[in-house]
């Protein structure tokens, strides 16, 4: 098995580009829904959570492609966008004034104590829905070199069958451009189920139809980033009874590694975080990766959560960013748990603190004040 190689950044334009769908994130804090009378809202996608914290905590010159709405709410997420430092690619579409196409709406209440959050959304007539093979000029965006490193996620994928078509055309042009592909599988089964329902599928059908198209995806990839459940129901491949494991317990994930290895020989990294939920505020947290043959585990700590939304894309973003910079295997997996971890101290989806602070913690540093 080939190792992972990472394009230098010399003569590119972009270190890192997203495809996926852009979001409003509704948020009351911790005032459900029901009793609610303000909230807050972040710009979000779990593709483009990973290009915005790139930007915003480490430096990276990124870009998304994504379907934009010419109306109020899109343009409100263009204004976040920019602010991130986030390069875009837009397919527009026009608003009707009535119906849409839309921007995608998420509802979420962060729960607190022994009160879990609550998530839930509003994709009808989602403009992302309908991005297809064609809607962006892939052999423009990579002519020459100009990516090193290409994203998406099982997410976007789940939206149409044609979203995941899309995913692999622009794999096919990352890969045809020398750059590396990542996928995070993010296994979402009322997403896949709804696309199935949609074409007159029932609910067995649908897993069957995700993981077919998954394992289309997976073919492309470099770096896959999922946990062992994300793998068997994903990927469709056989693994131990996660349920009966501690969620920290990395064993049920490194023994799913073989069957990742054979099935999708192309596969050089796969990694995950492991999170052992006590309460809505507090969580063990580790993080596990596997790349080119070899092993690596994250310390356990105990988190103080915040808001927990976010977190898994923030350890992604961290690690493709010490990967990028030529760290090892084990300080791009520190940098990953280090990042989505202190993601989870903010409100958001997007990182609001310094590379400084990342590293001091992933170093093992402490919440001691600095002076």
Avoid at 74 to 87: L, S, W
Avoid at 268 to 295: C, F, I, P, Q, Y
Avoid at 320 to 335: D, H, N, Q, T, V
Wanted: aromatic residues 10%; contains cysteine.
């Amino acid at each position: 098995m080939a190792s992972l190689q990472i394009p230098e950044s010399a003569g590119t334009v972009h270190d890192f580009l997203a495809l996926g769908a852009l979001v409003t994130r509704l948020d009351p804090g911790i005032v459900p829904f029901s009793e609610a009378d303000t909230y807050s809202l972040h710009v979000s996608g779990g593709e483009y959570n990973a290009a915005a914290n790139l930007s915003i905590c480490f430096g990276m010159r990124t870009a998304i492609a994504s379907a934009m709405v010419d109306y109020p709410i899109g343009q409100r997420i263009e204004t976040a966008v920019r602010k991130a430092g986030v390069t875009p690619y837009y397919k527009r579409f026009a608003h009707d004034g009535v119906r849409g196409p839309n921007m995608a709406i998420v509802w979420s209440d962060r729960g607190q104590g022994v009160r879990a959050p609550v998530v839930f959304y509003n994709r009808s007539n989602e403009a992302a829905q309908q991005l297809k093979r064609g809607s962006f000029d892939w052999n423009e965006i990579f002519a020459n070199g100009r990516i090193r490193w290409f994203h998406s996620g099982g997410i976007f994928s789940a939206l149409s069958p044609t979203t995941s078509e899309l995913v692999i055309e622009a794999m096919q042009a990352a890969k045809k451009a020398g750059a590396v592909v990542s996928f995070d599988l993010n296994y979402r089964a009322k997403l896949w189920a709804l696309a199935a329902a949609e074409q007159g599928f029932d609910a067995a059908q649908a897993s069957e139809r995700a993981a077919g198209t998954l394992r289309k995806i997976a073919a492309f990839v470099d770096v896959l980033v999922g946990n062992e459940e994300d793998l068997q129901k994903g990927l469709g491949l056989k693994g131990q009874d996660v349920e009966s494991k501690s969620k920290l317990d990395p064993s049920a994930f490194f023994a799913m590694i073989e069957s990742v290895a054979r099935d999708f020989p192309n596969v050089k990294a796969v990694a995950t975080t492991l999170r052992e939920v006590h309460s809505t505020n507090h969580h063990s947290w580790s993080a596990v990766l596997w790349m080119d043959g070899k092993s690596f585990q994250a310390p356990t700590c105990e988190l103080d959560v915040y808001d927990r939304v976010g977190g898994g894309d923030g350890f992604a973003a961290g690690l493709f960013y010490g990967l990028l910079s030529g760290k090892s295997p084990e300080e791009a997996l520190r940098l990953g748990w280090a990042h989505g971890a202190m993601l989870t101290t903010t409100p958001g989806d997007i990182s609001m603190v310094t590379l400084d602070q990342v590293e001091a913690f992933a170093k093992g540093g402490s919440a001691r004040i600095q002076r």
